[in-house]
């Protein structure tokens, strides 16, 4: 007889499903009534953690699975130093759809089979989860901006910069940011023009005005190399302190480069001190940091938001561009964005591990961060049409991000039918 309810490794959830169909007791009793094709507990009373076993993650994970904990022994210190959630988010990716984070239990009402649909690990290094992760961040996104066009903008920094992004990771990323944030107010509130003395003087605007954007952190780019650039997804309006709205549809694209550089270097120089030259910077780049904002026409604003978030709850490297992994080496491929020129790349391992702990994210690390009035409202933030009504909104986020029409969706299967005769299951309970 399994004593299932004291041993304490079974514990009732509300479903989002549906409730459960019997009591802990009831299954205690349907279980030991029936003949199944897998014993799903020992003898013992504990979960059998090879019941059902079989993994749906992909390529990624395998190599993972294969090399992580060689690579982590060896490399403990550095990996421990720079990306200390590595090891954790490492192995969920490697546990991702087995037993070893738990899942759900059903039965099914036909057949009397059990069936245990195991959790995801809902890290951004696994490439199964990070798309879902790129779907929930681009409905919220959508529930919070308005009605109008809006301008992609890029703000990159040179080689020699890159470095100093890399750790330590927060602080820094911080301050690209910041530079952000003050580059673009400033294109909106501040003017510079020459006194008599030949040099630049600032000007405030008497009205204040408020920007709307999103920045999105990338951190790659098609080859994977360390690149940290944000992209900007601002609205072509600005609303006024005296509660005006008006159009924002021109950015002097010279000033936006220099004032990028200036707020940049200033602020790296701040928290560096006068070890940091920023002059060479200047000197060097005497035209600022490179910025693209051209306008870039969208179909609408959900396809806009979907091109620049989707890079930043995802592994570095979509799986289609690994063409092999013979369990040693790793060949990749990429085409240059500047001359769209094809590239194969093959490295250990190792260093594919290494390339993609390049790109891992603190935890509870914001990658998508909301500024102006998208991160406040405004004053006439309710003469403004939303995107999308309350009621809708409601409604969307609750069927959109459901697992049963994620997997309809984009799988073309019933994710709760019996996999023996296909009758819909019950929920029975979540093991954890």
């Known amino acids: 007889m399994l004593n299932i309810k004291e041993n304490g490794d079974v514990k009732m959830e509300t479903h ?17 009534s029936h003949n199944f094709k897998g014993q799903m507990f020992d003898k013992d009373g504990k979960f059998n953690r090879n019941y059902n076993n079989y993994k749906k993650t992909g390529l990624i994970a395998k190599i993972f699975e294969d090399h992580w904990e060689d690579y982590y022994l060896l490399n403990k210190d550095k990996v421990d130093k720079y990306r200390p959630n590595a090891d954790y988010e490492i192995n969920k990716v490697i546990d991702c759809f087995n037993q070893n ?20 690990c809902k890290s951004r290094l696994c490439s199964s989860c990070g798309y879902k992760y790129k779907l929930e961040r681009v409905e919220n996104i959508l529930q919070k901006v308005y009605k109008c066009n809006h301008r992609q903008i890029v703000f990159t920094i040179p080689e020699e910069l890159r470095p100093y992004f890399f750790y330590p990771y927060e602080e820094r990323i911080n301050i690209f940011y910041d530079a952000v944030n003050l580059t673009i107010d400033s294109m909106l509130n501040e003017s510079y023009k020459k006194g008599k003395s ?26 994977m190399i360390w690149n940290p650039h944000i992209h900007v997804l601002l609205a072509e309006i600005k609303l006024g302190s005296d509660n005006t709205c008006k159009k924002l549809d021109y950015l002097n694209y010279d000033a936006l480069s220099k004032r990028f550089q200036y707020f940049l270097l200033t602020l790296l120089q701040e928290k560096l001190g ?13 035209k600022g940091f490179y910025v693209y904002a051209e306008p870039k026409k969208f179909k609408n604003i959900q396809n806009g938001i979907e091109y620049v978030a989707r890079y930043c709850g995802r592994v570095p490297i979509s799986e289609n561009r690994i063409i092999n992994y013979d369990g040693e080496n790793v060949t990749y491929c990429y085409n240059d964005h500047k001359d769209n020129s094809y590239h194969e790349i093959t490295v250990s391992a190792f260093k594919f591990i290494e390339i993609i702990l390049r790109h891992l994210i603190p935890s509870d690390f914001k990658t ?18 939303m995107l999308i009504n309350d009621e809708k909104r409601k409604k969307m986020r609750k069927e959109l991000l459901s697992h049963k029409l994620s997997v309809l969706l984009y799988f073309n299967r019933e994710p ?17």
């Open 416 to 432: 709760y039918s019996c996999p023996f005769c296909g009758t819909l299951l019950n929920f029975a309970f979540v093991i954890t």
């Open 368 to 385: 998508i961060r909301y500024y102006g009035f998208y991160a406040q409202k405004h004053p006439i933030h309710d003469k403004i049409v």
């Open 101 to 120: 984070l738990g899942g759900s239990v059903y039965c099914c009402p036909n057949c009397n089979e059990l069936v245990f649909i195991s959790h995801t």
């Open 198 to 223: 030949n040099k630049k003087k600032r000007y405030k605007k008497r009205i204040k005005y408020t920007p709307g954007f999103i920045c999105f952190l990338h951190t790659f780019g098609r080859s």
């Open 16 to 32: 989002l499903i549906d409730t459960p169909c019997m009591t802990i007791d009831q299954f205690v009793e349907y279980y030991n």
């Open 274 to 286: 006068h070890s940091f030259s920023k002059n060479y910077f200047f000197n060097k780049y005497k």
